[in-house]
């Protein structure tokens, strides 16, 4: 009795008495039953279009891409920008107009950048509907037919060849020599033989379906027959776009805590102006006076540059990124790097370079090392550390022209770079024998085939016969280890042909397993001389064994180095790949995936031990291993939903369709985008231009250095923001009139706050940026730390401020013109110590005054331009009128200049005794 599923309510009436089988587990025969269908004559075109109006085209839904309505509206969804909006509102309501106009083009230009850095990053394609097919090879009433793969319904009868696409979900009913590449959908990075036998575990993953060929992956070897099971969004392609609609793309860990700082902003100014008007009205001002007070006291206490700055930190950091090949779609994206606490990565195409690459020969005793990497034609044999001419030894000759012969795939030299055209593995060998300057080409000429035995997953070997110059035939035989052992009854030694002896054999396999411990895929060579007049059957027995081959698909160059970066930075990488565990467990040791940053080791996991974990259980998995195998497109979205839930902030890379999900649930999701397929380069957030995993590296440093110029101009502006409210408030509460004027504080916010902060979002890259581990993922941005540094340095700031105003009082009086100038001088006061307060700010514990004090040119630019501007606050006639100013005397601005660098040497006093009392802690 056949293992059944639940039933499908959508399966069209026709096959209605077959429940949706797990179609594996059946045999050839029950597929054709269950969906009624002849393998031989196909469906009938009256069968097929009634099918088709009950089941639908065979399309895959388009990927929905951000509309630039969206785009737009995300730009107004800040708690901050919202606070805006309100203190605008208000303005205009109580006839401040100026200020709400002020207010409101801080906010449009705000949103005008971050729309158009996203609506210029955003790639809003169907990459779904790219991975269709156009057409099939179709039987249908017995005949031949090529179709619109759209056409195509469960039941049609599908011929698939080499170089061609599967147009469906089928089950394998005829094979010969099948081959599919499956890497874009499973991870696996060798080529798939396809057989018609049952696969007899109902659970088995993707890779292991052998008998199942897939929609949009590609015949590389043989051609074969298939009966279609699903079409369309039923397909595993189709179910990987419903787990993309489903997948997260929540808020990145800037948005998150951009928005915790947003709701403790609406805390502070309704707080703060509650008790402002209160106070303000039982001393006996009037209401609507101290009304007007409070809205000052908003604007002062909400940071209206904090959006344009933010949002131009990382619109800068986006364009840093790009510049080393690191596309950003997403501008809250570019900080999330800097916070990645877990990079997910897949092996093939990320790690590896996606080319099979011949590395070591095994000839009897002999150990042939073959240098150079992927399909470049460029490398050398070495024995024993001796470079050996390959042409001149007869043994390695005889190899390398045994494997390129008992080929069917072809070397393209034409273009750029070069190509393999047909089955990896097969190409690896024919740049093997390049590399010795011997072409398949050349080498066909002289020794013509003209016959061959395909290879099949029961055989598991290939063999092709060639006319030789003297008009006998050779056979050239490539396959597994053991079956072309059995068949052999000599070896090809360094001395010539001798017998195959037990002991020979015993070498043989032990050599074998060595290769196979290496993480590399062995094949056995081996010939066989025939008469003219030789029979088939000669062709099973009496070989000559020649020797093995071990091929990998190479790691890159630069992964080992940001492998080993990522460590030092903190960072822990997780291998997720569709290998078998024993491959995947060695890439992973190879690589240092078996340890985390601080050394704990982590295991492999196959596929297996993930079937039925509760949340817990997935969590302690995720926790525990640094290599995941076998892996299916569901269980990489779970790895990666396990993580974020254990606390982690998670990037994903990856190239295939079987990503896409994982990299749209992930913190960030990085896709490659030279092998990258489509559907992958839209899920990710970020694309990397040169599929260099160092790239990656790269643009997390980028993002550790946004996100400490955030921090940067954070401190800078709540400290500047919290002078700005001790001043007011202050002279408030002790009777003094106001020391600044509404737009005064608004003049400071948009102009003398906004330089500086914008010229901090510019800072250098410190040198131990990716020295030190990443931050907590759940420490807020604002710190109860960060609190106590700003509230005091604040503080600092308006009691410098206050100081001046009440000179100013004393000097000139407390009203009318006198009020005026002393007011300027604390207007300019404020204005020159959150200016000169730019050096503290840089560094939270370093001095100012080190060799980095004039690596940023920016901050200096802004510092000048704050000065003339308050120059000119002072002396331009229409600016005296707009801020209520009246020019200074050289000993006005000696007093305001003087106490303006006050806190800057404060601030360096306290950080320099900081400094000595954590040496004494460590030598202590």
């Known amino acids: ?492 030694a360094a001395d010539g042909v001798r017998p195959m002896t037990p002991e020979l054999r015993r070498q043989v396999l032990a050599d074998n397993l060595a290769l196979a411990g290496q993480a590399l895929r062995v094949l056995a060579l081996a010939y066989k001389e025939l008469p003219g007049d030789y029979r088939a059957e000669e062709l099973t027995g009496g070989l000559v064994f020649v020797g093995l081959v071990g091929m990998i698909d190479p790691l890159r160059d630069e992964a080992k180095v940001a492998i080993e970066t990522c460590r030092r930075a903190g960072i822990r990488m997780v291998m997720i790949t569709g290998d078998q565990e024993a491959t995947a467990a060695e890439i992973g040791r190879q690589l240092g995936l078996d340890r985390d940053p601080q050394g704990r080791p982590l295991r492999t996991v196959h596929d297996r031990e993930l079937q039925g974990l509760d949340a817990k259980g997935w969590q302690a998995i995720a926790a525990e291993a640094g290599v995941f195998a076998r892996v299916s497109p569901e269980h990489k979205l779970r790895i990666v939903e396990a993580l974020q839930a254990g606390g982690e902030v998670v990037a994903m890379t990856g190239d295939g369709v079987n990503d896409a999900p994982a990299l749209k649930q992930a913190d960030i999701g990085v896709a490659m985008g030279i092998k990258g397929t489509q559907v992958a380069k839209e899920a990710a957030a970020m694309v990397i231009t040169d599929d260099n995993l160092g790239t990656i590296i790269g643009a997390v440093e980028q993002g550790r250095v946004v996100y400490a110029n955030i921090l940067r101009f954070v401190h800078y502006l709540f400290s500047c923001n919290l002078a700005e409210i001790l001043v007011v408030f202050t002279a408030l509460m002790i009777g003094w009139p106001l020391p600044l004027a509404a737009l005064q504080i608004l003049w400071l916010n948009m102009i003398t706050d906004v330089f500086p902060a914008m010229a901090l979002a510019l800072e250098p890259s410190n040198p131990d940026a990716m020295r030190r581990p990443p931050r907590d993922p759940r420490e807020p941005l604002v710190t109860p730390r960060f609190v106590g540094l700003i509230a005091w340095q604040g503080a600092l700031l308006a009691g410098v401020t206050l100081l001046v105003f009440a000179l100013g009082m004393r000097w000139y009086g407390a009203a009318g013109p006198g009020l005026r100038h002393a007011s300027t001088m604390g207007f300019m006061t404020l204005a020159l110590v959150q200016v000169f307060h730019t050096f503290n700010a840089r560094s939270q514990h370093g001095s100012a005054f080190t060799a980095r004090l004039l690596t940023n040119g920016w901050l200096w630019a802004a510092i000048a331009t704050c000065l003339l501007l308050q120059v000119a606050a002072v002396y331009v006639p229409i600016l005296q009128a707009v801020l209520h100013t009246t020019p200074l005397t050289v000993a006005d601005w000696g007093v305001v200049l003087g106490l303006s660098l006050a806190p800057v040497g404060v601030v360096e006093l306290v950080k320099l005794g900081q400094r000595a009392r954590s040496r004494r802690l460590r030598s202590s």
Not at 324 to 329: E, P, Q, S, T, Y
Not at 350 to 358: G, I, K, N, S, Y
Not at 395 to 418: N, V, Y
Request: with cysteine; proline share 4%; aromatic share 2%.
């Open 1 to 492: 009795m056949s293992r059944r599923a639940e039933l499908d309510p959508d399966q069209p009436a026709s096959i209605t008495g077959a429940a949706a089988l797990v179609w594996h587990l059946q045999s050839a025969e029950q597929i054709a039953q269950a969906l009624a269908t002849d393998p031989a004559s196909g469906l009938t075109e009256i069968e097929a279009a009634k099918r088709r109006e009950q089941y639908g085209a065979n399309i895959l839904a388009a990927a929905k891409g951000r509309s630039l309505a969206a785009i737009l509206v995300d730009q107004f969804k800040s708690l901050i920008v919202a606070l805006l909006v309100a203190a605008t509102v208000l303005a205009f309501v109580l006839g401040e107009h100026i200020e709400g106009v002020a207010v409101l083009v801080v906010i449009l230009v705000n949103a005008a950048v971050g729309f158009l850095t996203e609506w210029k990053a955003e790639q809003a394609l169907s990459a779904l509907q790219r991975q269709s097919v156009p057409t099939a090879h179709v039987v249908r009433d017995g005949l031949q037919h090529e179709l619109p793969a759209a056409a195509l319904v469960p039941g049609d009868v599908v011929l698939i060849a080499a170089g061609s696409r599967v147009p469906a979900d089928g089950r394998v009913v005829e094979s010969v020599s099948l081959q599919v590449a499956e890497a874009a959908l499973t991870g696996e990075s060798l080529a798939v033989s396809k057989t018609v036998d049952s696969v007899a575990d109902a659970d088995a993953p993707l890779g292991d379906r052998r008998n199942m060929a897939y929609l949009g992956t590609a015949v590389t070897h043989g051609r074969g027959r298939m009966i279609v099971t699903t079409t369309g969004m039923r397909t595993e392609v189709g179910r990987i776009g419903s787990l993309l609609d489903a997948a997260g793309g929540g808020k990145t860990p800037l948005e998150r805590k951009l928005a915790q700082l947003g709701h403790a902003l609406i805390g502070v100014v309704l707080v703060l102006c509650a008790v402002i008007v209160l106070a303000g009205w039982l001393r006996g001002n009037g209401f609507l006076y101290m009304l007007e007070v409070g809205i000052s006291l908003a604007i002062a206490a909400v940071p209206e540059g904090l959006p344009a700055v933010a949002t131009m930190t990382l619109a800068l950091g986006m364009q840093r990124m790009a510049t080393i090949g690191a596309l950003v779609r997403r501008l809250p994206a570019v900080e999330t790097l800097g916070s990645t606490t877990v990079l997910c990565t897949d092996k093939t195409g990320t790690l590896t370079r996606d080319e099979m690459t011949v590395r070591a020969l095994q000839l009897g005793p002999r150990r042939i090392e073959v240098s150079g990497t992927g399909y470049a034609t460029v490398g050398e044999f070495t024995e024993g550390g001796h470079i050996i001419d390959a042409r001149a030894d007869p043994q390695l000759a005889l190899a390398l022209r045994a494997g390129a012969l008992c080929s069917d795939a072809t070397l393209d030299l034409s273009g750029a770079a070069p190509a393999v055209l047909g089955d990896p593995t097969e190409g690896a060998l024919l740049v093997a024998a390049a590399k010795a300057g011997m072409s398949k080409h050349e080498l066909a000429r002289e020794l013509p085939r003209i016959s061959e035995l395909p290879f099949s997953s029961e055989a598991k070997r290939m063999v092709t016969i060639h006319r030789g110059p003297d008009g006998t035939a050779i056979a050239h035989i490539k396959g597994a280890p053991a079956v072309v052992l059995d068949a052999s009854i000599a070896v090809f």
